[in-house]
Every structure is written in structure tokens, then in C-alpha cells.
């Protein structure tokens, strides 16, 4: 995966040096983290409310839990924090660097990513197509235009 | 192997990587249309993908970042954006959807705000 940078920075990559390609890395998972457990927070409280109105105060705390963890046991999440974790550790506390065997090991793992994530999101649009009806499509468009359009003038301004 | 290019950013080489990327998409949906991998089976492969193959990539790719290099500012500047659009879609979408659904609302604020930074922008970033 490293060397792969090449499609933007050219020769010049260096495995582990921060590009802002790297950032990719940072805002995904933070983006998980916060924002996607409120989104499906109030989902379950909405399926909730539907199946029986009454007592759905006295189950918060419960439906709570059962968000976080289940956002906290997901793997990405998960990996993301051990990652971290383990930068500051190996960095700040024993001051070795990345032992080569595990960088091997997981080098070999990672490498399907590419291949696998592409094929997948594929063989996942067979049959999808003619799902898709007239008005979700132009709900999905608005969507995204907006989404696209607002969050670069958001970011340029908090940026500037 | 194209001949790569020398010196830095390379926007050329960009546009080969988006077209090779979804050539691999579109390999994934013939597979798919003419039966050659069972679209059911696919689950296996998402399954391999989400629980192996990222996480592992995530954990090697942020065990080695150099930190020090982040610019904290610009990572907070753009969660902010994230944030605050998903707070407007949430809403707005909250008062505008009759009947009061919250489920929805959130869905959509999902939908704006989750980018598909890993599936698409990763493979893009590594094509060679």
C-alpha cells in the first residue's frame, strides 16, 4: 500500500513520512467514531419508538450501550485506536522502530485491500440498478451535491 | 509497468488510477452479472475486506505515521465541516420529513457525512 502514493507524489514517497494522502487515515475513522454512533443512536431509538411507544425512556441507557459497543468492538475503529496507541508507545516510550515481521505480516493482509474493496463494491451493484426508483435517486443527488458543495465552503472557511 | 514519472505531484498519473479502479469495479460487476461469483457469496469477500484486510492496513499504515507532521488544525477544521453539515442534514431533514421520523434524519446525516474514503480513495492512492 505505501508505495502506492506514487499515483500523486511520484518518486518521491517515503514509507511513514506524513503526506496529505495520510490524512485519509486520520478523518475516516474519527468521522466513524463520532458521527456514525449518533446517526445509528437514532435509528435504534426511532425502531424503538415504533415497536412500543411507552416505555422507551427507561431503555435509553440501555440502547446507549449497545451502540457504543457495538461501535467500539468494530474492527476498523478498533484497529484505528490500536494503531495510534501503538505509534505513541513505539515512538515516545520504547523508542524502537516498527518491527520488521509484523510490518511483513500485516503488509500481507493489507495488500488484498485494494483488489478485494473494488471487486466487492461491483458484485454488490448486480440487481441494484433497477432498484433504485425515480425519487430515492433524486433524494440520493440532492444528497451528495449538497454534501460536496457545503462541506468545501464549510472547510475553506474553518481552514482560512 | 508505465514508466513513472519524475518529480512530484503527478495529476496525470491520477486519472489512470480513478479509470483502473472502477475498470476493477466493473470486472466485479460482470463477475457478478454472469453468475461467475455468486453475488451471495460476496458477503464473504466484504467480510474479509472489513474485518482483515482494512483493519490491517489501518493499524500498519498509523503504527508508522510520523505524527509529529499532522497539522491537528487542519484534521480539526475539517471534522468540524463534517460535523456541522451533519447536524444541518439531520435537522433540517428532522423538521422537513412528515411523518416525525428521527431514524431518517439521522440515516440522511449518515449519507452527507460518510465518505467513502477507504473503498475508493485508498485503492485510487494505490495504484502504482
Do not use: H
Not at chain 2, 442534514?89 to 428521527?102: F, L
Amino acid at each position: 500500500m505505501p508505495l502506492s502514493v506514487r499515483a500523486l507524489y511520484g518518486k518521491n514517497y517515503v514509507p511513514g513520512k506524513f503526506y496529505y494522502y495520510s490524512y485519509i487515515y486520520l478523518v475516516a475513522p474519527v468521522s466513524l467514531l463520532i458521527i456514525n454512533p449518533l446517526g445509528f443512536f437514532m435509528l435504534e431509538y426511532s425502531k424503538q419508538v415504533r415497536d412500543r411507544s411507552r416505555s422507551v425512556c427507561r431503555q435509553l441507557p440501555a440502547l446507549m450501550l449497545r451502540t457504543f459497543r457495538g461501535v467500539v468492538l468494530n474492527p476498523i475503529i478498533f484497529m484505528t485506536v490500536a494503531g495510534v496507541i501503538t505509534n505513541v508507545f513505539l515512538m515516545y516510550v520504547i523508542k524502537q522502530p516498527f518491527p520488521d515481521w509484523l510490518g511483513g505480516f500485516l503488509d500481507i493482509l493489507g495488500g488484498a485491500y485494494s483488489l478485494c474493496a473494488l471487486f466487492s463494491i461491483g458484485i454488490f451493484m448486480v440487481g441494484k440498478i433497477k432498484a433504485v426508483s425515480g425519487k430515492i435517486l433524486l433524494v440520493c443527488c440532492l444528497l451528495i451535491v449538497a454534501k460536496r458543495s457545503v462541506l468545501l465552503v464549510i472547510g475553506y472557511i474553518v481552514c482560512s | 509497468m508505465a514508466a513513472t514519472i519524475q518529480g512530484d505531484v503527478g495529476v496525470d498519473n491520477l486519472f489512470p488510477a480513478i479509470g483502473q479502479s472502477f475498470v476493477v469495479i466493473l470486472i466485479g460487476y460482470v463477475f457478478g452479472r454472469f453468475r461467475i461469483v455468486e453475488p451471495s457469496e460476496a458477503r464473504s469477500i466484504s467480510v474479509l475486506v472489513g474485518k482483515l484486510a482494512l483493519p490491517a492496513l489501518l493499524f500498519k499504515n498509523l503504527a508508522i505515521l510520523d505524527l509529529v507532521s499532522v497539522s491537528w488544525r487542519f484534521l480539526a477544521s475539517i471534522l468540524i465541516a463534517k460535523f456541522s453539515i451533519f447536524l444541518l442534514v439531520t435537522v433540517i431533514s428532522y423538521i422537513v420529513i412528515r411523518p416525525w421520523n428521527i431514524g431518517k434524519a439521522g440515516l440522511y446525516g449518515i449519507f452527507t457525512t460518510q465518505s467513502n474514503d477507504f473503498a475508493l480513495g485508498l485503492p485510487i492512492g494505490t495504484v502504482k
